[in-house]
């Protein structure tokens, strides 16, 4: 996600900060998604976590933009962003079910690599030899982790490689709105419109709630809201080539909580295929900050 430019003068150390809360705060939330997802339909988490958020996100809206955040001068392209971001959800969410969190995380970090791909080949961007290389050793680093053809492979171990397909085409569909919203309206609709396109389908699927779990789904919405703020902000604080790669510390988050939670223990090809993602990926990063210096 890019930041939004402002005058406002960037504190770097603020933005670290920022990002890495931001980060452990969504790894929470992952968590707790998967702590849901062994009772409860995916649908039915996204659509809890979409509601109660909603609020919040106006809030938010309202407090960073004023009344002007609160209104899109294209609601469709929200809508069309809202329909990438529940499908993104639903496949993660779905994944988790089956796999540990460190591996589901580290394999959705191939999508800035998607993201360069789409960009070259369908908005035909300029895309040296230099970052399709690093996209190629990328999808490399998927292939470690995932195993196709071994023994150990496992179809649903495509799913979060697919969720960062979604989530990369709903990263360059941010071109669709209309220049004049600020990120803030941004993140209001896509909440918006992802709790209103769940709610029309979430009735197929819903199943009553434990009361034991309604502090989980309180806890989901304010985790990821947080978490979705304070990377939001940390952009517009610090300049992107640093506070970028800092997703990544997602990982050790990840893994901390799959094992403290589940007991899991990633096998180590999905560490050595994270680290040809992550290294890929960085790089990436850093040649799209030259690109625009």
């Known amino acids: 996600?890019?930041?939004?430019?402002?005058?406002?003068?960037?504190?770097?150390?603020?933005?670290?900060?920022?990002?890495?809360?931001?980060?452990?705060?969504?790894?929470?939330?992952?968590?707790?998604?998967?702590?849901?997802?062994?009772?409860?339909?995916?649908?039915?988490?996204?659509?809890?976590?979409?509601?109660?958020?909603?609020?919040?996100?106006?809030?938010?809206?309202?407090?960073?933009?004023?009344?002007?955040?609160?209104?899109?001068?294209?609601?469709?392209?929200?809508?069309?962003?809202?329909?990438?971001?529940?499908?993104?959800?639903?496949?993660?969410?779905?994944?988790?079910?089956?796999?540990?969190?460190?591996?589901?995380?580290?394999?959705?970090?191939?999508?800035?690599?998607?993201?360069?791909?789409?960009?070259?080949?369908?908005?035909?961007?300029?895309?040296?030899?230099?970052?399709?290389?690093?996209?190629?050793?990328?999808?490399?680093?998927?292939?470690?982790?995932?195993?196709?053809?071994?023994?150990?492979?496992?179809?649903v171990s495509l799913l979060p490689v697919a969720t960062a397909l979604v989530y990369a085409l709903l990263m360059v569909s941010a071109r669709w709105v209309d220049p004049r919203e600020s990120v803030w309206t941004l993140l209001l609709y896509l909440t918006g419109a992802g709790a209103l396109l769940s709610a029309l389908v979430v009735p197929f699927f819903w199943v009553p709630l434990a009361a034991r779990d309604l502090w989980l789904c309180a806890a989901i919405s304010v985790f990821g809201t947080a978490g979705m703020t304070m990377i939001t902000q940390a952009f517009r604080l610090a300049p992107a080539v640093v506070v970028a790669p800092l997703d990544y510390t997602a990982l050790v988050w990840a893994t901390l909580l799959g094992w403290a939670i589940w007991r899991e223990i990633p096998d180590p090809a999905v560490f050595l295929g994270a680290a040809v993602i992550i290294a890929s990926g960085g790089f990436t990063i850093w040649r799209e900050h030259r690109a625009q210096g």
Not at 108 to 122: C, D, G, R
Not at 140 to 147: D, F, N, P
């Open 1 to 155: 996600m890019q930041a939004a430019t402002d005058a406002r003068p960037r504190d770097g150390m603020a933005g670290i900060l920022l990002m890495c809360a931001g980060v452990a705060c969504l790894c929470v939330n992952d968590a707790i998604a998967k702590t849901l997802a062994a009772s409860y339909h995916p649908m039915q988490i996204l659509f809890l976590r979409n509601l109660l958020a909603l609020p919040v996100a106006i809030a938010i809206a309202w407090r960073m933009g004023g009344a002007g955040a609160l209104r899109s001068h294209r609601p469709l392209a929200h809508l069309l962003r809202g329909v990438l971001w529940i499908g993104a959800a639903f496949l993660f969410f779905t994944g988790l079910r089956y796999l540990a969190l460190a591996e589901a995380t580290a394999l959705v970090f191939v999508a800035p690599l998607f993201i360069t791909a789409i960009s070259a080949l369908f908005l035909r961007e300029q895309v040296g030899w230099r970052r399709w290389l690093a996209v190629l050793a990328g999808f490399a680093g998927v292939l470690i982790a995932v195993r196709p053809g071994a023994e150990a492979f496992r179809a």
